[in-house]
Protein backbone atom coordinates (compact mmCIF):
# COMPACT_ATOMS: atom_id res chain seq x y z
CA UNK A 1 0.00 0.00 0.00
CA UNK A 2 2.80 2.37 0.59
CA UNK A 3 4.63 1.53 -2.38
CA UNK A 4 1.54 2.40 -4.47
CA UNK A 5 0.71 5.70 -2.45
CA UNK A 6 4.65 6.93 -2.70
CA UNK A 7 5.35 5.85 -6.42
CA UNK A 8 2.14 5.14 -7.94
CA UNK A 9 1.21 2.70 -10.59
CA UNK A 10 3.17 -0.33 -10.29
CA UNK A 11 2.58 -3.44 -12.13
CA UNK A 12 2.08 -6.66 -10.45
CA UNK A 13 5.92 -8.18 -11.05
CA UNK A 14 7.68 -4.62 -9.80
CA UNK A 15 5.63 -4.99 -6.25
CA UNK A 16 6.91 -8.35 -6.07
CA UNK A 17 10.29 -7.53 -6.94
CA UNK A 18 10.23 -4.62 -4.65
CA UNK A 19 8.70 -6.90 -1.48
CA UNK A 20 10.37 -10.20 -2.21
CA UNK A 21 7.93 -12.11 -2.94
CA UNK A 22 5.73 -14.05 -5.67
CA UNK A 23 3.40 -12.73 -8.38
CA UNK A 24 1.12 -14.81 -7.13
CA UNK A 25 0.92 -13.47 -3.33
CA UNK A 26 1.42 -10.12 -4.70
CA UNK A 27 -2.41 -10.91 -6.33
CA UNK A 28 -3.34 -12.57 -3.07
CA UNK A 29 -2.49 -9.62 -0.91
CA UNK A 30 -4.38 -6.75 -3.60
CA UNK A 31 -7.40 -8.76 -3.15
CA UNK A 32 -6.87 -8.46 0.67
CA UNK A 33 -6.55 -4.77 0.59
CA UNK A 34 -9.43 -4.41 -1.50
CA UNK A 35 -11.59 -6.43 0.89
CA UNK A 36 -10.58 -4.90 3.84
CA UNK A 37 -11.53 -1.26 2.32
CA UNK A 38 -8.53 0.04 0.84
CA UNK A 39 -9.30 1.80 -2.71
CA UNK A 40 -6.70 0.07 -4.98
CA UNK A 41 -8.07 -0.51 -8.25
CA UNK A 42 -6.27 -2.16 -11.71
CA UNK A 43 -5.61 -0.74 -15.21
CA UNK A 44 -5.12 -2.80 -17.74
CA UNK A 45 -3.19 -2.58 -20.96
CA UNK A 46 0.77 -2.05 -22.03
CA UNK A 47 1.12 1.12 -19.08
CA UNK A 48 -1.20 -0.40 -16.79
CA UNK A 49 -0.61 -1.72 -12.94
CA UNK A 50 -1.94 -1.51 -9.62
CA UNK A 51 -3.33 1.97 -8.15
CA UNK A 52 -4.95 3.47 -5.52
CA UNK A 53 -7.50 6.66 -5.65
CA UNK A 54 -5.81 10.14 -5.54
CA UNK A 55 -5.72 11.41 -2.06
CA UNK A 56 -6.02 8.16 0.11
CA UNK A 57 -3.56 7.83 2.76
CA UNK A 58 -3.05 5.98 6.31
CA UNK A 59 -2.45 8.21 9.10
CA UNK A 60 1.16 7.97 11.25
CA UNK A 61 1.25 10.00 14.22
CA UNK A 62 3.58 11.37 16.63
CA UNK A 63 6.47 11.56 14.11
CA UNK A 64 8.04 15.02 13.39
CA UNK A 65 10.10 15.75 10.45
CA UNK A 66 13.48 15.93 12.27
CA UNK A 67 13.07 12.65 14.04
CA UNK A 68 11.57 10.65 10.68
CA UNK A 69 14.71 12.40 9.06
CA UNK A 70 17.13 10.53 11.41
CA UNK A 71 15.59 7.61 10.98
CA UNK A 72 15.79 8.35 6.68
CA UNK A 73 19.78 8.85 7.40
CA UNK A 74 20.12 6.03 9.74
CA UNK A 75 17.98 3.69 6.85
CA UNK A 76 20.69 5.35 4.26
CA UNK A 77 23.51 2.66 5.45
CA UNK A 78 23.73 -1.23 4.99
CA UNK A 79 20.48 -2.05 6.30
CA UNK A 80 21.36 -5.89 5.71
CA UNK A 81 23.57 -5.92 8.13
CA UNK A 82 21.54 -4.68 11.54
CA UNK A 83 21.19 -8.33 12.30
CA UNK A 84 19.11 -9.27 8.95
CA UNK A 85 16.43 -6.76 9.21
CA UNK A 86 17.20 -5.27 6.12
CA UNK A 87 13.94 -5.75 4.26
CA UNK A 88 12.39 -4.65 7.76
CA UNK A 89 14.20 -1.66 7.91
CA UNK A 90 12.86 -1.13 3.73
CA UNK A 91 9.29 -1.02 5.18
CA UNK A 92 10.09 0.94 8.05
CA UNK A 93 11.72 3.66 5.60
CA UNK A 94 8.41 3.57 3.63
CA UNK A 95 6.01 4.24 6.80
CA UNK A 96 8.65 7.43 7.74
CA UNK A 97 7.74 8.86 4.41
CA UNK A 98 4.17 8.05 4.71
CA UNK A 99 3.97 9.61 8.20
CA UNK A 100 4.99 13.01 7.29
CA UNK A 101 2.98 15.76 6.24
CA UNK A 102 1.97 15.64 2.12
CA UNK A 103 4.27 18.92 2.34
CA UNK A 104 7.20 17.24 4.20
CA UNK A 105 7.60 14.51 2.09
CA UNK A 106 9.64 15.63 -0.55
CA UNK A 107 11.92 17.70 1.20
CA UNK A 108 12.57 14.81 3.89
CA UNK A 109 13.45 12.48 0.99
CA UNK A 110 15.57 15.10 -0.65
CA UNK A 111 17.41 15.86 2.34
CA UNK A 112 17.90 12.08 3.29
CA UNK A 113 19.76 11.92 -0.24
CA UNK A 114 22.75 14.44 0.97
CA UNK A 115 23.28 12.02 3.97
CA UNK A 116 25.89 8.80 3.25
CA UNK A 117 26.14 5.76 5.94
CA UNK A 118 29.24 3.60 5.72
CA UNK A 119 29.79 3.55 1.96
CA UNK A 120 31.44 0.43 0.66
CA UNK A 121 34.82 2.46 0.19
CA UNK A 122 36.86 4.46 2.41
CA UNK A 123 38.23 8.21 1.43
CA UNK A 124 41.43 6.04 0.03
CA UNK A 125 39.30 3.85 -2.57
CA UNK A 126 40.10 0.47 0.15
CA UNK A 127 36.98 -1.60 0.71
CA UNK A 128 35.74 -1.63 3.67
CA UNK A 129 35.39 -5.55 5.02
CA UNK A 130 31.89 -6.46 5.83
CA UNK A 131 30.50 -9.90 7.71
CA UNK A 132 28.75 -12.19 5.30
CA UNK A 133 25.77 -13.99 7.19
CA UNK A 134 23.05 -16.00 6.03
CA UNK A 135 19.80 -14.44 6.32
CA UNK A 136 18.36 -18.16 7.36
CA UNK A 137 21.59 -18.63 10.05
CA UNK A 138 21.06 -14.94 11.24
CA UNK A 139 17.06 -14.93 11.38
CA UNK A 140 17.31 -18.04 13.76
CA UNK A 141 19.72 -16.96 16.26
CA UNK A 142 18.36 -13.42 16.33
CA UNK A 143 14.93 -15.65 17.29
CA UNK A 144 16.49 -17.65 20.00
CA UNK A 145 17.92 -14.24 21.43
CA UNK A 146 14.93 -12.72 21.59
CA UNK A 147 12.73 -15.50 22.69
CA UNK A 148 15.09 -16.45 25.20
CA UNK A 149 15.68 -20.35 24.43
CA UNK A 150 19.27 -22.33 23.96
CA UNK A 151 20.98 -22.11 20.40
CA UNK A 152 22.76 -25.30 19.21
CA UNK A 153 25.57 -23.78 16.84
CA UNK A 154 27.93 -25.50 14.59
CA UNK A 155 31.05 -22.99 15.08
CA UNK A 156 34.33 -22.56 14.00
CA UNK A 157 36.69 -20.20 15.83
CA UNK A 158 39.80 -18.89 14.20
CA UNK A 159 42.13 -21.53 13.50
CA UNK A 160 40.10 -24.13 14.97
CA UNK A 161 37.59 -26.91 13.17
CA UNK A 162 33.86 -26.32 13.51
CA UNK A 163 32.42 -27.68 16.26
CA UNK A 164 28.84 -28.22 18.03
CA UNK A 165 28.14 -26.57 20.95
CA UNK A 166 24.99 -25.35 22.71
CA UNK A 167 24.78 -22.19 24.56
CA UNK A 168 22.55 -19.34 26.28
CA UNK A 169 22.32 -16.67 24.25
CA UNK A 170 22.19 -12.90 25.73
CA UNK A 171 22.62 -10.64 23.16
CA UNK A 172 23.44 -9.51 19.81
CA UNK A 173 25.95 -6.57 18.75
CA UNK A 174 27.60 -5.29 15.78
CA UNK A 175 30.41 -3.44 15.38
CA UNK A 176 32.05 -1.75 12.39
CA UNK A 177 29.39 -4.24 10.07
CA UNK A 178 30.98 -7.13 11.97
CA UNK A 179 28.20 -9.06 14.33
CA UNK A 180 28.81 -10.93 17.54
CA UNK A 181 26.18 -13.37 19.40
CA UNK A 182 27.05 -12.40 23.54
CA UNK A 183 26.52 -15.77 25.01
CA UNK A 184 27.41 -18.35 27.85
CA UNK A 185 28.63 -22.33 27.38
CA UNK A 186 28.09 -24.21 30.36
CA UNK A 187 28.30 -20.78 32.45
CA UNK A 188 31.53 -19.75 30.14
CA UNK A 189 31.48 -16.47 28.63
CA UNK A 190 31.48 -16.72 24.74
CA UNK A 191 31.66 -13.87 22.27
CA UNK A 192 31.02 -15.84 18.33
CA UNK A 193 31.60 -13.92 15.80
CA UNK A 194 27.74 -14.33 13.79
CA UNK A 195 29.57 -14.70 10.51
CA UNK A 196 31.88 -17.95 11.94
CA UNK A 197 28.30 -19.56 12.72
CA UNK A 198 28.11 -22.46 10.14
CA UNK A 199 24.59 -23.82 11.70
CA UNK A 200 22.24 -23.00 13.89
CA UNK A 201 19.39 -24.25 15.10
CA UNK A 202 17.00 -22.57 18.28
CA UNK A 203 16.39 -25.25 20.73
CA UNK A 204 12.63 -25.45 23.04
CA UNK A 205 14.78 -25.08 26.28
CA UNK A 206 15.01 -21.50 28.05
CA UNK A 207 18.35 -19.84 28.12
CA UNK A 208 19.94 -19.68 31.65
CA UNK A 209 20.27 -15.97 31.63
CA UNK A 210 18.96 -13.18 33.71
CA UNK A 211 15.69 -11.45 33.07
CA UNK A 212 17.69 -8.19 32.91
CA UNK A 213 20.71 -7.15 30.97
CA UNK A 214 23.21 -4.08 30.31
CA UNK A 215 24.41 -5.66 27.08
CA UNK A 216 26.60 -2.35 27.35
CA UNK A 217 28.36 -3.36 30.43
CA UNK A 218 28.67 -6.87 29.27
CA UNK A 219 30.61 -5.50 25.84
CA UNK A 220 32.94 -3.54 27.79
CA UNK A 221 33.65 -7.01 30.04
CA UNK A 222 34.55 -8.61 27.08
CA UNK A 223 36.50 -6.42 25.13
CA UNK A 224 38.46 -5.73 28.07
CA UNK A 225 39.43 -9.83 28.22
CA UNK A 226 39.58 -10.40 24.91
CA UNK A 227 42.61 -7.42 25.31
CA UNK A 228 43.63 -9.50 28.01
CA UNK A 229 44.45 -12.86 26.42
CA UNK A 230 46.92 -14.11 23.63
CA UNK A 231 47.88 -10.41 22.55
CA UNK A 232 50.59 -8.36 23.26
CA UNK A 233 50.58 -4.26 24.10
CA UNK A 234 52.82 -2.10 21.69
CA UNK A 235 53.67 1.64 21.72
CA UNK A 236 53.92 3.12 18.59
CA UNK A 237 54.87 6.78 17.13
CA UNK A 238 53.06 7.21 14.16
CA UNK A 239 52.70 9.88 11.20
CA UNK A 240 48.98 11.04 11.94
CA UNK A 241 48.22 10.81 8.24
CA UNK A 242 48.81 7.41 8.43
CA UNK A 243 46.94 6.61 11.55
CA UNK A 244 43.84 5.19 10.46
CA UNK A 245 45.79 2.67 8.10
CA UNK A 246 47.70 1.61 11.48
CA UNK A 247 44.14 1.04 13.34
CA UNK A 248 43.12 -0.98 10.47
CA UNK A 249 45.68 -3.12 11.12
CA UNK A 250 45.62 -3.86 14.88
CA UNK A 251 43.24 -5.16 17.47
CA UNK A 252 42.53 -2.69 19.32
CA UNK A 253 43.51 0.66 20.47
CA UNK A 254 44.49 1.19 24.34
CA UNK A 255 45.59 5.21 24.24
CA UNK A 256 46.04 7.37 22.01
CA UNK A 257 47.78 11.26 22.71
CA UNK A 258 49.15 13.94 20.48
CA UNK A 259 53.02 14.46 20.68
CA UNK A 260 55.07 17.76 20.26
CA UNK A 261 56.16 17.15 16.88
CA UNK A 262 52.65 16.52 15.79
CA UNK A 263 53.13 12.77 15.46
CA UNK A 264 50.79 10.64 17.60
CA UNK A 265 51.97 7.94 20.71
CA UNK A 266 49.59 5.09 20.73
CA UNK A 267 49.16 1.85 22.47
CA UNK A 268 47.72 -0.71 20.34
CA UNK A 269 47.06 -4.26 21.12
CA UNK A 270 48.04 -7.22 17.97
CA UNK A 271 47.95 -11.08 17.85
CA UNK A 272 51.37 -11.65 18.68
CA UNK A 273 55.03 -9.67 17.45
CA UNK A 274 55.10 -11.26 14.00
CA UNK A 275 51.67 -9.26 13.55
CA UNK A 276 52.70 -6.04 15.16
CA UNK A 277 56.37 -6.39 12.95
CA UNK A 278 53.89 -7.07 10.06
CA UNK A 279 51.55 -4.07 10.60
CA UNK A 280 54.62 -1.58 11.53
CA UNK A 281 56.39 -2.75 8.41
CA UNK A 282 53.91 -1.52 6.21
CA UNK A 283 54.02 1.74 6.97
CA UNK A 284 58.08 2.70 6.26
CA UNK A 285 59.50 5.85 8.20
CA UNK A 286 55.95 7.03 8.67
CA UNK A 287 56.02 4.60 11.92
CA UNK A 288 58.44 3.77 15.03
CA UNK A 289 57.99 0.80 17.36
CA UNK A 290 59.09 2.32 20.82
CA UNK A 291 58.09 -1.13 22.72
CA UNK A 292 58.68 -3.69 23.53
CA UNK A 293 62.25 -4.13 22.70
CA UNK A 294 62.20 -7.20 21.06
CA UNK A 295 60.21 -6.08 18.75
CA UNK A 296 62.56 -2.75 17.65
CA UNK A 297 65.11 -5.52 17.50
CA UNK A 298 62.89 -7.35 15.17
CA UNK A 299 61.87 -4.65 12.81
CA UNK A 300 65.78 -3.38 12.52
CA UNK A 301 67.29 -6.54 11.73
CA UNK A 302 64.62 -6.44 9.00
CA UNK A 303 65.67 -3.09 7.58
CA UNK A 304 69.25 -4.06 7.92
CA UNK A 305 68.93 -7.18 5.57
CA UNK A 306 67.05 -5.24 3.18
CA UNK A 307 69.46 -2.15 2.87
CA UNK A 308 72.27 -5.19 2.90
CA UNK A 309 70.71 -6.54 -0.58
CA UNK A 310 69.91 -3.50 -2.03
CA UNK A 311 73.89 -1.89 -1.15
CA UNK A 312 75.69 -0.56 -4.39
CA UNK A 313 77.48 -3.53 -5.72
CA UNK A 314 80.43 -0.89 -7.11
Known amino acids: MLLLRQRGRLTADALA?????????????????????????????????????PGFRTELTGLNHNEALALLAAGSGAGDQLFG????????????????????QIAASNAAQRFL?????????????RDDIPDATLSIVRGGVLAGHKLRIHYAS????????TVDPIGLVTVRDKGYLLATESGTDRTMRISRIRTA?????????????????????RCAQFLSEGHIPVQVRVNPARRDHLLDMAEAVRTEEPEPDGWLRLELTFQDLWHAEWALWQLGTD????????????????????????RDPA
Open 17 to 53: RELEVSTRTVLRDIEALSAAGVPVYAERGRHGGFSLL
Open 158 to 165: RGQSPRWC
Open 201 to 221: HELPEPADRPDQVDLERIWAQ
Open 287 to 310: AEALAPFDLRTSLRTRAQTVADRY
Open 85 to 104: LGTALASAMRKVVDALPQSH
Open 117 to 129: VDPETDLLSRRLS
